[in-house]
Structure formats: C-alpha cells, structure tokens
C-alpha cells in the first residue's frame, strides 16, 4: 500500500531564503509523484508532477522537486521565497490505475509561512 | 473552460437537516472524487467514481452517499447533517489512468449547527 509522509506541517522562512519542504512515499511499484499548492479559501492546484524519465521536475512559480528513488523522497524546493508563497503544500502519490481509480494518496499538508 | 464547478460555496445546516453538493466537470473526466478537508487531518477521500456508473466506498464514507449523475456529474448527500461534518469539502475529477493527477473544484465551506 502507497503512503505519504510530509515532515513538518508548519515551516517558517524568511523572504528571499530558501524553501524545503520534504515529502517521502512508500509504493510497491514505481510511483509517480505530485505536489499541490493550496491558497487560502481556494481548492488544490497542481504544481508539479512526476512521472517517468528527468528525475529533477521543474513546476510553476520557480518550484522544483527532484524524485530520489535511493531515499523514496520528493523534496519541493524552490531557491528564494516569496512573500506570495504562504500557502498549504501537500505531496501526493499514485501506484497508477487501480485501487481508488487512480489511487492518489495524499499527505497531510505543510502551511508555509513567510516572515518578511 | 470552467474545470470542476462545485456548487454551492458556502452553507450552513442545523442538525438533523439534509442537503446535496453539487459538482460537475467539462474536461470529458472518467473519475470524480469527494473529500473533506480538516485542520490537522489533510485530505480524506469520503468517495469516488470510478467511472461512469460505479461508485466506491474511500476513508470516511458513513453520513454521506453519492450519485454520478452523468459522465459530468458527481453529487454528494448528507442525508442527515451532523456537526462532525462541519468542514470543507472539494470535488476533484482526473482522467483515471494514474499519471495525469488531479483538478480540484474550489470547495464548499459547510457549517451544521
């Protein structure tokens, strides 16, 4: 059974630094990988997405996320924060068709703060 | 090129009441899905739909039911409003075949008093 682990559900930066927030799977099979942005009062956005072949997955907004099969991770960086990138991220994995139609399985979410 | 529509945005129940979210997606979507959203829990699937015609229990399905409509249409009823469900609710549709993800609708905010 797929799962998803996000550490910290709050993470605090400052304007301009740099933006880690770690998210690691478990998958029986080769996953593919999402990360979501949620802004407040709006529903899930899709920011970047894994699948197969360039293991380092560029998405909107300047995030990347790079998927390391060795560490079963999919950590979202991005190199400086913005004041506009206070939101709620959430990983997510998919064994692919299956199960609960695509299967997707979410973390729990990490809200984002960013301290001017 | 609306995505998932879900209607309505916001609602408040007493107790005991009964109610149908609506939503409904124009990208030709084989799978829809309900969850609900809570501080501290993430997201929990309450249902999905496959495909057109089936429908399948996710996490937290007691108090609710659903209906696909149609290959647009996904409905989710609370037969009988508990102030447990108080929470944010948002249907998604994908594909279904694993690798595309999903489009969220913008959510309905329910209140049972």
């Known amino acids: 059974a797929q799962s998803v682990t996000q550490l910290g559900s709050h993470v605090s930066v400052s304007e301009g630094a740099l933006v880690l927030l770690r998210c690691n799977y478990s998958?029986?099979?080769?996953?593919?990988l999402f990360w979501y942005v949620q802004y407040p009062n709006q529903g899930l956005q899709l920011l970047l997405k894994y699948t197969t072949g360039a293991t380092l997955v560029k998405g909107i907004n300047g995030f990347e996320a790079e998927f390391k099969k060795s560490e079963t991770s999919f950590h979202l960086t991005k190199p400086s924060a913005h004041m506009s990138d206070a939101a709620e991220y959430f990983c997510a994995v998919s064994e692919g068709v299956g199960g609960g139609a695509d299967g997707l399985t979410f973390g729990k979410g990490t809200h984002l703060i960013i301290q001017p | 090129n609306a995505g998932v529509t879900q209607t309505p945005k916001f609602q408040v129940l007493k107790t005991g009441q009964s109610m149908t979210l609506q939503c409904a997606q124009d990208?030709?979507?084989?799978?829809m899905y309900w969850y609900r959203q809570d501080p501290g829990m993430g997201l929990r699937l309450i249902y999905y739909?496959?495909?057109?015609?089936?429908?399948d229990k996710g996490e937290v399905p007691n108090g609710y039911n659903v209906s696909r409509l149609n290959k647009r249409e996904f409905s989710l009823r609370l037969e009988s409003a508990a102030p447990s469900q108080t929470s944010v609710y948002f249907c998604?549709?994908?594909?279904?075949?694993?690798?595309?993800?999903?489009?969220f609708g913008s959510g309905t905010r329910l209140t049972v008093v």
């Open positions: 990208m030709n979507h084989n799978s």
């Open positions: 998604a549709s994908s594909l279904g075949q694993g690798f595309h993800g999903y489009t």
């Open positions: 998958s029986s099979v080769p996953p593919y």
């Open positions: 739909s496959a495909s057109e015609g089936t429908t």
